[in-house]
C-alpha cells in the first residue's frame, strides 16, 4: 500500500501541478492546452496502474484494453498536434486536413471500446511479489513498438523546422525539443521491450513520461517556447531605448535593460541602490500601489546631474507582485528649459542679468534700503576705447573683453551686489547698505586694479583695458532706480569729458 504511494501517486501528483501550470499561463492557446492534455493522459496512465494493481489479478486484462490502451492510443495524436503546432506547420496545412488528421487514432479507440480485439494491448497478467505484471507477449511487443516508432517521427517536422529556423532563440528551442525526443525514445525502448520482472513496476517506460514532460516543462521555463510573444516583448526589452527596471516591493531590482545600465553608468551611479536614490514620496506611491504617470525627479552624484521622468505599474512575474519603471532622461530638455528661462532675464554672452532683471531687483533693494534707512549705491560702467578695439581685433575679440570685464565686477561685488550688462560696453551694478562714500570709492578702486592686474591677451600681447565709471547714492542722488542711473550717468560723462580712465561719484 506505501510503495505505490511513491511509485504512482507522486508522479499522478505531478501531472497534476504541471497541467494546471501550463494552462494558466495562456488558456488561450493551443500549444498550453495540448501540452495540458499531454499531462492529463500520462496522469489518466499512472491512475490506471495504481488502481489496476489496488484491485484482483481478474480486472488487469479489462482495465488494460478499455483504459490504458484507449489513452496510450490518444497519445501519438496530441503529441503530433503540438509539435505541428510548435513549428508553425499547421498554417501549411489544408483545413480539411488539420487537426483531423491527428486524431484518427480515436477510430482505434472505438473499435477497442466496442469490441473484444486485444491486438493493442497486453492481455495476460500475472502477480509476483509486489506488482501484477503484463506478459511481454506479441500484442505488448506490438503495441510498444507502434509507440517508440511514433515517438522518433516527432523528430521529422521538428528537424525540418530546425533547418528552416530563422533566429538563435527558434534553433535553440528545436534542438532541445529534439534532444528530449531521443531521451525519451530512448527510454521508452530500454524500459518497454526488456522485460525486468518485479525488480520494477509495471510498465517502467511510463516514468519515459514523466521526464519527458518534465523536459518539456524545464524548456518552457527556459526558453518560454509555449508563449514565444514573450520573447518579443524580451528584444523590446533589451532595443527600448528608455531605461527600464524591474522591483520587487521591497524594492530590490530584478532586472534592469542594457539602456538602464547604461544610463546609470554614464551618471556614475548604482542602478541596483535606485531605490535609495527616489523620493519619499515616490516610494510611498508604491508602497500604496497608487499610479506613477510622469513624475519628475532629479537624481545627484557629486558634480552629475540626472533628470529624468518616470512612469511605472504593478505586475504579476510567478504570481508575485512587481512593480515596472521606466525611465526617460530628460536632462537634455530641463537643460534647454532652464537656459531659456535664463535668458529670460540675462545677457546670453556675459550671463550677467539684463536690464529688466537688474531693474526689478534695483526697485526692491530701493524699497528695503528705505525701510531700513541705509544707503544704497549705483554704479555705471562704460568701456574706454571699446570700439577701437573691436575694429582693430574684431568682434569675436570684443565678445571676450566683454566677458573678461563681467568675470572682474562679478568678483568685486559678491556676494552682496548685483551686476549686469545694459547693453554694448556699458554695465552697471549696485551695492546695498552702504555705509560711506569712501566703500563705494574703495569698491571702485578694487575694480580698476582687478583688471590691471588680470590682463586680457591677444596674441600673447596684452590689452590694455580702462573704464569711465559714475556712481550715485540713494536717497542723496534719487529715490527710484531711473533716477539713480540717471545721476550715475551723469556722473560718468564728467569722467568721459575729462579724459576717461576715471570715476566720479556724485554728492
Not at 527710484?480 to 554728492?507: E, F
Amino acid at each position: 500500500m506505501i510503495v505505490p504511494i511513491f511509485t504512482h501517486l507522486v508522479p499522478i501528483l505531478f501531472f497534476v501541478y504541471m497541467g494546471i501550470e501550463v494552462l494558466m499561463r495562456n488558456s488561450k492557446k493551443v500549444e498550453h492546452r495540448l501540452v495540458s492534455l499531454t499531462s492529463l493522459c500520462f496522469l489518466l496512465l499512472f491512475m490506471e496502474e495504481y488502481v489496476r494493481n489496488q484491485l484482483p489479478l481478474d480486472y488487469s486484462p479489462e482495465l488494460a484494453a478499455k483504459w490504458f490502451s484507449t489513452i496510450g492510443i490518444l497519445i501519438p495524436g496530441i503529441g503530433f498536434h503540438l509539435f505541428i503546432k510548435l513549428s508553425n506547420l499547421d498554417k501549411k496545412l489544408p483545413r480539411f486536413v488539420y487537426p483531423y488528421l491527428f486524431y484518427l487514432p480515436v477510430l482505434f479507440v472505438l473499435v477497442n471500446l466496442f469490441t473484444n480485439d486485444k491486438m493493442i494491448s497486453a492481455n495476460e497478467f500475472y502477480h509476483e511479489g509486489l506488482w501484477k505484471l503484463p506478459v511481454y507477449n506479441k500484442p505488448y511487443y506490438i503495441a510498444m513498438t507502434a509507440s517508440i516508432v511514433n515517438n522518433l517521427l516527432y523528430l521529422i517536422p521538428l528537424m525540418k523546422v530546425r533547418a528552416n529556423a530563422k533566429t538563435r532563440e527558434l534553433r535553440e528551442i528545436y534542438h532541445q525539443l529534439i534532444f528530449g525526443v531521443l531521451i525519451s525514445a530512448t527510454w521508452f525502448t530500454v524500459f518497454g521491450l526488456i522485460d525486468f520482472g518485479s525488480s520494477l513496476p509495471p510498465y517502467p517506460y511510463l516514468y519515459g513520461g514523466v521526464l519527458w514532460c518534465f523536459f518539456l516543462r524545464q524548456t518552457m521555463k527556459k526558453y518560454d517556447f509555449l508563449n514565444f510573444v514573450d520573447k518579443r516583448y524580451e528584444k523590446m526589452f533589451n532595443l527600448n531605448p528608455a531605461a527600464i527596471l524591474l522591483l520587487d516591493h521591497q524594492g530590490n531590482i530584478k532586472e534592469a535593460n542594457p539602456s538602464a545600465k547604461q544610463l546609470f553608468d554614464r551618471f556614475r551611479l548604482d542602478y541596483a541602490e535606485f531605490y535609495a536614490l527616489i523620493s519619499e514620496e515616490i516610494r510611498q506611491r508604491i508602497h500604496n500601489l497608487e499610479a506613477i504617470s510622469h513624475v519628475e525627479m532629479t537624481l545627484h552624484n557629486g558634480d552629475h546631474r540626472l533628470d529624468v521622468l518616470i512612469d511605472g505599474d504593478y505586475l504579476m512575474v510567478e504570481y508575485q507582485p512587481y512593480i515596472i519603471l521606466i525611465l526617460r532622461d530628460i536632462t537634455k530638455q530641463k537643460e534647454d528649459q532652464r537656459e531659456i528661462t535664463f535668458l529670460a532675464y540675462h545677457d546670453p554672452l556675459t550671463r550677467l542679468p539684463n536690464r529688466r532683471y537688474f531693474y526689478d531687483n534695483l526697485e526692491s533693494a530701493i524699497q528695503e534700503a528705505g525701510n531700513l534707512q541705509h544707503k544704497l549705491a549705483v554704479v555705471l560702467i562704460d568701456l574706454d576705447y571699446f570700439k577701437e578695439i573691436n575694429d582693430k581685433y574684431g568682434h569675436q575679440f570684443g565678445d571676450q573683453v566683454l566677458m573678461h570685464v563681467a568675470n572682474r565686477i562679478q568678483e568685486t561685488i559678491a556676494p552682496d551686489g548685483m551686476a549686469a550688462r545694459l547693453g554694448g560696453d556699458e554695465f552697471v551694478f549696485f551695492i546695498p547698505s552702504v555705509t560711506s562714500m569712501l566703500q563705494v570709492e574703495s569698491m571702485i578702486h578694487h575694480l580698476q586694479n582687478s583688471l590691471e592686474q588680470h590682463e586680457l591677451l591677444h596674441a600673447q600681447h596684452p590689452i590694455s583695458l580702462s573704464m569711465s565709471i559714475g556712481a550715485s547714492l540713494f536717497p542723496d542722488n534719487g529715490k527710484d532706480g531711473d533716477a539713480l542711473l540717471n545721476s550715475a550717468d551723469k556722473a560718468m560723462y564728467k569722467v568721459k569729458h575729462k579724459g576717461k580712465n576715471a570715476y566720479h561719484i556724485l554728492t
